[in-house]
């Protein structure tokens, strides 16, 4: 008996110290937007509001529930000044919540006052640490977006143009209608600036009339960022859309290029004059050959140099899928072209597996 009461006390100890360890993270209250509005313009303890905007699919919404947010330091934070409340972005109320805020990436957290206008936002996941510095940066009046969008309509520079662009670009927002703008106006110290060409080349759509603009001047932003750190800025912005292109599931992923629009990217690549055993390189010109259905031309650009690349590098075995892939609709012919290749490149590997035997067995005697 003694035993069975001593047990229950510490099941019961144990259950209070696991209630107590989720309370001190942030309490999130079961409110409509609207109930969460008039709680925060209570006058005996007016608050902000913290909303979680998440989906069900989304990792980094999970990881942010399960383990930062029920952290006592998020608690601490979060819980005296705001009335915090999550809806899936996708179900109920979360529909007209994600359209009226504009929430396109998640997570997203909005930061709102007590009417429900919207102060600023945070996206993407971090530590309980991280997100509540950035919170507090985000609190801040001088860094909301409406403060930053009048500060550079008033002064177009760009003192004022990269806080605003960079804000608009952290809220998944096009930030390139500002930076073309200010880089007419702007000194070249400014627009050839490490930051500007960061944030510029990583948010020009690739081909576009401003991305155009900035390859007029590739030569200043290779001296400022180098050749080679500017050609993999240039090339990531194709290198995803290329991948699911050569894949043939673009329209997945609403990804859809004409075979021009491939070529002109074609193009753009090989002037960047990058190392062809980046093996990522080859992947424009594959995709090419798969949007004008030109299987023989691709086996053949698979032997040339697919072949050629070193076998140790798992892209090569990604580029190698791509080709398998286009088996089942390959005529007779083209089967028996594929199958050569792969002949050619066992007889490769085994060339070099019989080398290093023959090394290592000359290092045992």
């Known amino acids: 008996m003694k035993v069975f009461i001593v047990s229950l006390f510490i099941a019961i100890g144990v259950l209070c110290s696991h209630n107590t360890l989720i309370a001190q993270g942030i309490v999130f209250q079961e409110l409509t937007l609207k109930q969460a509005i008039t709680k925060a313009n209570d006058p005996a303890d007016p608050k902000l509001i913290f909303v979680d905007c998440y989906t069900s699919w989304c990792g980094p919404c999970i990881e942010m529930a399960k383990q930062e947010f029920p952290k006592k330091v998020a608690g601490d934070f979060f819980n005296p000044k705001f009335v915090s409340v999550k809806f899936d972005i996708e179900k109920g109320e979360g529909i007209d919540i994600g359209k009226k805020y504009d929430v396109k990436m998640f997570p997203t957290f909005l930061i709102l006052d007590a009417k429900g206008e919207e102060i600023n936002r945070v996206i993407g996941k971090a ?17 909301s977006m409406v403060n930053l969008k009048a500060a550079y309509e008033k002064d177009k520079s760009m003192l004022t143009a990269l806080p605003y662009a960079k804000a608009l670009a952290d809220n998944a927002k096009d930030p390139t209608a500002v930076l073309n703008e200010v880089f007419d106006i702007a000194y070249d110290f400014e627009r050839f600036s490490v930051d500007y060409l960061n944030l510029a080349l990583s948010t020009a759509e690739f081909g576009s009339p401003f991305f155009r603009k900035l390859m007029w001047s590739k030569r200043k932003i290779d001296l400022t960022l180098g050749e080679e750190v500017a050609n993999q800025l240039i090339f990531d912005k194709v290198r995803k859309h290329m991948y699911l292109i ?9 990804v859809y290029y004409t075979p021009q629009q491939v070529e002109d990217i074609v193009y753009t690549i090989s002037l960047l004059k990058m190392d062809p055993m980046i093996q990522e390189v ?5 995709a090419l050959y798969v949007v004008n259905k030109d299987l023989d031309g691709m086996i053949d650009y698979y032997k040339r140099y697919i072949m050629n690349l070193p076998n140790n590098d798992v892209f090569k075995g990604i580029m190698e899928g791509i080709l398998s892939s286009k088996i089942p609709k390959a005529t007779a012919a083209q089967k028996a072209a594929i199958m050569e290749y792969y002949q050619l490149g066992q007889k490769s590997f085994e060339r070099q597996a019989k080398h290093y035997q023959d090394i290592s ?3 045992s005697k």
Request: charged share 30%; glycine share 6%.
């Open 282 to 286: 080859h992947l424009c010109r594959i």
């Open 361 to 363: 067995a000359s290092l």
């Open 127 to 143: 530590g309980a640490e991280e997100f509540i510095e950035k919170v507090k940066v985000a609190m801040k009046p001088d860094n």
């Open 246 to 254: 050569a894949n043939e599931n673009g329209a997945k992923y609403n």
